[in-house]
């Protein structure tokens, strides 16, 4: 039997804003308990402001890791991803978000972190760096990564274009993608609004696909991203409010 190793936290001489920019992060059971209790304050507001419903929720069943890519035009669409998890699985789910605009000031780094454990994502720079990171975690099994191709919040509620990078993630990558269609987020809370409206609010997810047998070439994953944006708009299409 092998004998325990100690050795100190990676991050003890860093204050508390400077171990939540880490990624990966230390675990802390201080910040794991403030997360579950956020998640479940959230989940109860959801229901009641904005009636949230959750179609396909079977398809979250699986213990192993796994893709959620979704429309993106709301700030509440990070917090419904998350409330589609189970509580179980909060603390390995890891949104990609904006390096440049989440984890800049405290207050932000500290929304980003501690409430939806998010994952700096470069926009600009170092794009391959953050994309290593990302195909790192699916490595690990249970982590579940979300993400939105788009790259920003939609102006519109229309659905923009995916960019490429979200294709050459999954390309070869023995991993289920499930596209996600976020229906009245925008209407709920678009972007330049300072506080959420109450609006039915609905999260659809898709069966899972797999790119294992996808060779990663630039060209395959701008067809990966477009089939996944077309999936995306197909969920969409089919579960329309009339």
Known sequence: MKKWQYAPAADLDQTL?????NFPREP??????????????IR???????????IGEEHL???????????????????????????RRLHRAFPAAAADYF??????????????NALPFARQTHVRQSLAICGELLANAGNVLI????????????????????????????????PCYLDGAFRAWPKGS??????????????????GAVPPEKSASALI????????EQLARQHACG
């Open 194 to 211: 300072r506080w959420p409206r109450p609006r039915k609010v609905r999260l659809i997810i898709g069966a899972p696909r797999n790119y």
């Open 61 to 87: 069943r699986s213990n192993r890791s796994f893709v959620l890519v979704a429309n993106h035009s709301s700030h509440l669409d990070t917090v419904c991803l998350l409330a589609g998890l189970p509580l």
């Open 28 to 41: 802390d059971m201080l910040v794991y308990g403030l997360r579950s209790l956020v998640a479940l304050i």
């Open 147 to 178: 993400i939105f191709p788009e790259g920003t919040r939609s102006t519109t509620g229309e659905l923009q274009e995916f960019k490429g990078g979200v294709g050459a993630l999954v390309a070869g990558r023995d991993v289920s993608v499930l």
């Open 103 to 116: 984890f800049k000031s405290v207050p932000r780094t500290w929304i980003a972190t501690v409430v939806v």
């Open 44 to 54: 109860g507001l959801l229901k009641t402001y904005c009636r949230f419903e959750i």
């Open 225 to 232: 991203a477009a089939e996944l944006r077309d999936a995306v």
């Open 17 to 21: 804003v400077e171990r939540l920019r």
